[in-house]
Nanobody, 127 residues
Framework: QVQLVESGGGLVQAGGSLRLSCATS????????MGWFRQAPGKEREFVAA????????YYADSVTGRFTISRGNPRNTVYLQMNRLKPDDTAVYYC????????????????????WGQGTQVTVSS
């Protein structure tokens, strides 16, 4: 089992920044890629960003490219999502997830790849 706990959400004005954190625990000896997803009210869950175990490879949704940055801490069991130039459309519950399989490139955007999920943290961007 891998446990994931997100933090760092909150209310911010458009144009502002937030940094989300995802702390993992449990089977930390296993190498896993990590992803961030989000779900807005009345909408389906969507992919935001993913990072490989080494941290050397990342992948972003087009909607956040150039504004969001995913990174891993040291040790690697913490993952961050730095969100800049936030827009009201970024309002959602943000979830981190762990993928125990090998890095899948663009397939990391598929939620079905991820075996473990956190409970989510709310991000609200006011206009």
């Amino acid at each position: 089992q891998v446990q994931l706990v997100e933090s760092g959400g909150g209310l911010v004005q458009a144009g502002g920044s937030l940094r989300l954190s995802c702390a993992t625990s449990g089977r930390t000896f296993i190498r896993y890629a990590m992803g961030w997803f989000r779900q807005a009210p009345g909408k389906e869950r969507e992919f935001v960003a993913a990072i490989s175990w080494s941290g050397g490879t990342t992948y972003y949704a087009d909607s956040v490219t150039g504004r969001f940055t995913i990174s891993r801490g040291n040790p690697r069991n913490t993952v961050y999502l730095q969100m800049n130039r936030l827009k009201p459309d970024d309002t959602a519950v943000y979830y981190c997830a762990a993928d125990l399989d090998q890095w899948g490139g663009t397939a990391q955007a598929m939620g079905a790849r991820y075996e473990y999920w956190g409970q989510g943290t709310q991000v609200t961007v006011s206009s």
